[in-house]
């Protein structure tokens, strides 16, 4: 079964730093992968994706994540924050089964 | 503009009350889905709909009930069995996944969310 494990549950990082949030995911079949952010009281928005192709994926707002097949990771980074990425990231994988399984999120907070 | 409406934005509940959340979207979307958000919890799959008049348990069906009787509706309904029900209610939805578009159509649209509190 497909699963995905976000290691960092709250990421504190001065603003203008660069920023990693690890998501490590298990799965037996052919992977597709996600980040999703949600600012506060809002749904999901899709950051990127990955379906096949180039391991480095890059979305909107500046993120890009790297696919890591041999350590089975989905890392997403931003090479320098802004006080307005300040919200909660969850990875994503899809699983055989029609569904979307969400990792349970890190909360990223930006110090000024 | 097409999107997912979720209504309404704020419900409050009392004990042993059913109540009933609204998801509606125009993007012609074939596949919708409802998440139940709690802190430090991520997001667990309540029920999931994948054409009209069909439809799936998730994870943690146990108190909830849906329907869809139409393409662009999939209400959720809490029942007074859900013990637990003060939480954020997320709908979302994708389009049909099927020939050269369906790696595309893998990602989720989500609507802007229901917190339901009881009182």
């Known amino acids: 079964a497909q699963s995905v494990t976000q290691l960092d549950s709250q990421v504190p990082v001065f603003e203008e730093a660069p920023v990693e949030l690890r998501c490590n995911y298990s799965?037996?079949?052919?992977?597709?992968l996600f980040w999703y952010v949600q600012y506060p009281n809002q749904g999901l928005q899709l950051l990127l994706k990955?379906?096949?192709?180039?391991?480095l994926v890059k979305g909107i707002n500046g993120f890009e994540a790297e696919f890591n097949k041999s350590q089975t990771s989905f890392h997403l980074r931003k090479p320098s924050v802004h006080i307005s990425d300040t919200a909660e990231y969850f990875c994503?994988?899809?699983?055989?089964?029609?569904?979307?399984?969400f990792g349970s999120g890190t909360r990223l907070s930006i110090r000024p | 503009d097409g999107g997912i409406t979720q209504s309404p934005k704020y419900l409050f509940r009392k004990e042993g009350q059913n109540v009933t959340l609204s998801c509606e979207q125009n993007?012609?979307?074939?596949?919708m889905y409802w998440y139940r958000q709690d802190p430090g919890q991520g997001l667990r799959l309540i029920y999931y709909?994948?054409?009209?008049?069909?439809?799936q348990k998730g994870d943690i069906a146990e108190g909830y009930s849906v329907s869809r009787e139409k393409k662009e509706s999939f209400p959720l309904t809490v029942t007074s069995a859900q013990k637990n029900p003060t939480a954020f209610y997320l709908c979302?939805?994708?389009?049909?996944?099927?020939?050269?578009?369906?790696?595309?159509?893998?990602?989720?649209?989500f609507g802007s969310g229901t917190r339901l509190t009881v009182v």
């Open positions: 979302a939805s994708r389009p049909r996944l099927w020939g050269l578009q369906q790696k595309k159509n893998y990602g989720y649209t």
């Open positions: 799965s037996s079949v052919s992977v597709y």
């Open positions: 990955y379906l096949s192709g180039s391991t």
């Open positions: 994503a994988v899809y699983s055989s089964a029609s569904k979307i399984i």
């Open positions: 993007l012609n979307h074939d596949a």
């Open positions: 709909s994948q054409i009209v008049n069909d439809f």
